[in-house]
């Protein structure tokens, strides 16, 4: 099989940049991939053919590792479909056949585009959203600490002006990573926005981060606020803002499919970030995401230290799901 053939030649690979990146990927995947690769294996030797009651118990491992019901049903279907066609009779066969069928899924026949999209002039603004406790302003930390490493010039915006040590939090990051911060206690959060774009129109910054109040999706004006913050991003630059992140916990499961749901009805969001895939079994997820709502995840969090936001490569995520079926 192709696609697994691939990850095979990963153990091999020289270049010390794509081992130090898989490493990071097994390490922050282990959780995930040692309950579902475990259970894969036991199915398999379970199961000398594969049959009707194979694929119930192979359904609810995936269903287990948070893959989403609607994305495991089709996952079955293409499996159905591929053992009867390529006559496939060994489970241990057909877990590569399910390694390919998770990246075509995925996939979808697109162009996958994990970067972000960096204006051509003027400041890149990248607006963050999500709900309270997935980890946004420590986001907004690493990502500018990534930012500023590679040399550009990056402002902060303190957009959450209402939540206890939202500020101070966003303000210790900037001292962490070198970047100034635009902030005002109990402001009106879109004006904390205007002023802050004004600064970066001013004085030449590359890239504008802005942080957000964590909104619950059921709160209707704090979604109007989002709108009310898209009008005036939108006035003073146009086109703005270039990327609209949603910052969902992996430790939340499918409730993360929800409020990914409700927070592309009010703002066009371009990107997920997956923060706290480290500390879960249920690192499915990633595909759930991709395969319910087309939006792709272009950042995902792998550990605590400023290095550990990396942006998101399907190849690498797959494999350290599924190395040790090897």
């Known amino acids: 099989m192709g696609i697994f053939d691939n990850f095979k030649k990963f153990f091999n690979i020289k270049d010390e940049k794509t081992k130090d990146e898989l490493k990071v990927y097994d390490k922050g995947l282990e959780k995930t991939r040692n309950d579902f690769t475990s259970k894969l294996k036991k199915l398999s030797k379970k199961y000398n053919q594969i049959n009707s009651e194979y694929f119930e118990e192979l359904e609810e491992i995936l269903i287990g590792a948070d893959i989403g019901v609607e994305t495991v049903i089709k996952i079955i279907e293409r499996l159905t479909e591929r053992v009867k066609k390529e006559k496939i009779t060994s489970p241990e066969d057909l877990n590569e056949v399910l390694v390919d069928e998770m990246f ?12 972000i999209n960096y204006s051509e002039k003027g400041p890149t603004v990248i607006l963050f959203v999500g709900v309270n ?23 902060l915006v303190a957009g959450d002006t209402f939540r206890a040590g939202a500020i101070e939090q966003i303000i210790e990051w900037g001292k962490r990573v070198n970047a100034f911060v635009i902030y005002k206690e109990g402001a009106d959060p879109s004006s904390v926005i205007y002023e802050g774009l004004e600064v970066a129109l001013k004085e030449n910054y590359d890239v504008v981060l802005i942080d957000t109040a964590g909104r619950l999706q059921t709160k209707v004006n704090l979604m109007n606020e989002l709108e009310k913050m898209n009008r005036v991003i939108g006035k003073l630059i146009p086109e703005a803002p270039h990327e609209t992140l949603l910052v969902l916990d992996a430790t939340t499961g499918q409730n993360g499919i929800s409020q990914a749901k409700e927070f592309s009805k009010v703002t066009n969001v371009s990107g997920i970030v997956l923060t706290k895939l480290d500390g879960t079994a249920k690192g499915g997820i990633v595909l759930a995401i991709k395969d319910s709502l087309g939006i792709p995840v272009k950042y995902i969090g792998l550990g605590e230290g400023e290095e550990d936001l990396k942006v998101f490569d399907i190849e690498k995520y797959i494999y350290g799901l599924f190395k040790d079926l090897n």
Do not use: D, P, S, W
Request: charged content about 25%.
């Open 104 to 115: 075509i899924i995925y996939v979808n026949q697109e162009i996958l585009v994990n970067k």
């Open 133 to 155: 406790g997935v980890g946004k302003t420590t986001t907004i930390g690493k990502f500018a600490h990534k930012l500023v490493n590679e040399g550009k010039k990056v402002l």
